[in-house]
């Protein structure tokens, strides 16, 4: 019998604030998140928060995220720098992504941010993500040196270096790997201390490597007055697709998981941003109506993902163990395939 498909449900837990700040910082879109795990119990789904300092720090919001952990979620961290103390860097834009700052200081900040969540919930996080997905080679160092086994912040086929100098997961691996820190974290390295759980991305059409190749050349800077990629997905030619409710459509994100699975991959990551659950916080729901339908298209994708495929429904720590164990069941099959009869 094939394995099922392990499907995450996974929220960056954070501030109100869109915008990187450190002063007048407000979380009141915590309040949303039991309605959301409510949802998320309903479906069959046990959601993985990944909680940002601020959140930690205020007792009435930890005490959600302990009900959420104790109606079976994993709480694990999410680092924004720029409000995630000690604060020696200026706020200036760079800064905002982890990668950048010395590793001292990735460092200290992990250091405090894992110690704030452990007392707020009563266990220390596993399970990690670098606000505005920076991580970095020393950010993978400080994790492991941290004790964290599972990342989850790289997104293959995207590069965010255009975004404050941020990091390339282009020709990062759609599938679970590791990493064993000081290196480009695009490269498994066998052995490796911390885990890599990528989150699910790719392209309306298959095989991705192919159109990878058509999507960079059609953001090419020559050609970017033309806004070709933007034609180029209002056509059906190709687009890029994100599996989150905030950016595309129930069909979109059936395509890309029908495509992702048809390639071999046994995990589909589903994320959004907690903001985006109160209205007028995140470009994704401006208003009452913006939120409303996104829990519509929550309900929608994995009720109707349900419908066609076998699916499993798990943490982020769940799902590291649980291919783990898997890819060691085939690596002993395949031993066992190609030894010697005696």
């Not at 492991?144 to 020709?171: K, L």
């Not at 409303?292 to 298209?297: A, D, Q, T």
């Not at 429904?313 to 069941?329: C, D, G, I, R």
């Amino acid at each position: 019998m094939s394995r099922p498909i392990l499907l995450i449900v996974s929220v960056d837990t954070e501030e109100d604030n869109w915008e990187p700040r450190r002063d007048g910082v407000t979380i009141e879109n915590i309040r949303e998140l039991p309605r959301l795990d409510a949802l998320c119990r309903r479906l069959g789904v046990r959601a993985t928060y990944f909680a940002a300092y601020q959140v930690g720090v205020r007792e009435w919001a930890a005490a959600i995220l302990r009900e959420l952990r104790a109606g079976g979620a994993e709480i694990g961290a999410h680092l924004h720098p720029w409000n995630t103390p000690p604060l020696e860097e200026p706020l200036l834009p760079r800064n905002s992504m982890l990668k950048n700052l010395p590793p001292a200081l990735q460092l200290a900040k992990l250091e405090r941010l894992t110690a704030t969540l452990q007392e707020a919930i009563g266990a220390r996080p596993l399970a990690f993500r670098a606000g505005r997905y920076g991580l970095g080679a020393d950010t993978v160092t400080a994790l492991i040196r941290c004790g964290y086994r599972i990342d989850s912040s790289v997104t293959p086929f995207v590069s965010w270096e255009a975004y404050d100098a941020g990091p390339t997961f282009v020709g990062a691996p759609l599938d679970m790997y590791r990493h064993g820190g000081g290196c480009d974290v695009r490269i498994p390295e066998a052995g490796g201390a911390l885990v890599e759980l990528p989150l699910s991305t790719g392209y309306s059409r298959a095989p991705f490597n192919v159109w990878n190749g058509v999507y960079r050349v059609l953001g090419a800077r020559a050609l970017r007055p033309l806004h070709l990629r933007g034609l180029a997905a209002r056509v059906g030619v190709v687009s890029r697709i994100l599996l989150s409710p905030e950016t595309h459509s129930v069909a979109d994100m059936l395509t890309l998981s029908r495509h992702l699975i048809d390639g071999g991959l046994r995990h589909l990551q589903l994320s959004l941003h907690s903001p985006s659950l109160r209205p007028g916080l995140t470009p994704f729901a401006p208003d009452v109506a913006g939120v409303e339908r996104l829990y519509r298209k929550i309900a929608s994708y994995v009720e109707n993902l349900a419908r066609t495929t076998s699916l499993a429904f798990v943490t982020v720590s769940e799902a590291a163990a649980e291919l783990q164990a898997a890819a060691s069941t085939d690596q002993l099959v395949a031993r066992s395939a190609h030894a010697s009869p005696r």
